[in-house]
């Protein structure tokens, strides 16, 4: 079982920056695959990112490239989501999940299905 717990969200005014942080448990967190999902309110849940293992292989969702970019310290069982140039349409619950699959590609690690395990979220609000 992996316990992941995320952090970093609040209200920020369009154009600023928020970071996010999810802590992981477990002994085998640099095997996973981990990504960043949202859900605004009355929506369903949308792919952001995700971010390979080793942390070679990122992807992000169009509407966030160039804003976003996602990291991890596999030292601290932790992955990142800088969020920069925040727009109002960037507002949801963030989540993070880890998947145990070794293998996928873009298209997999995009979908809810290749994730076993899902943080609670947390809240970002963006302001116009």
């Known amino acids: 079982q992996v316990h992941l717990v995320e952090r970093g969200g609040g209200l920020v005014q369009a154009g600023g920056s928020l970071r996010l942080s999810c802590a992981a448990s477990?002994?085998?967190?640099?095997?996973?695959?981990m990504g960043w999902f949202r859900q605004a309110s009355g929506k369903e849940r949308e792919f952001v990112a995700f971010?390979?293992?080793?942390?070679?292989?990122?992807y992000y969702v169009d509407s966030v490239k160039g804003r976003f970019t996602i990291s991890r310290d596999n030292e601290k069982n932790t992955v990142y989501l800088q969020m920069n140039t925040l727009k109002p349409e960037d507002t949801a619950v963030y989540s993070c999940?880890?998947?145990?699959?070794?293998?996928?590609?873009?298209?997999?690690?995009?979908?809810?299905?290749?994730?076993?395990?899902w943080g609670q979220g947390t809240q970002v609000t963006v302001s116009s």
């Open positions: 999940a880890a998947s145990t699959a070794i293998y996928g590609d873009i298209r997999y690690y995009s979908g809810n299905g290749a994730y076993d395990y």
């Open positions: 477990g002994r085998t967190f640099s095997t996973y695959t």
């Open positions: 971010i390979r293992g080793n942390g070679g292989t990122t």
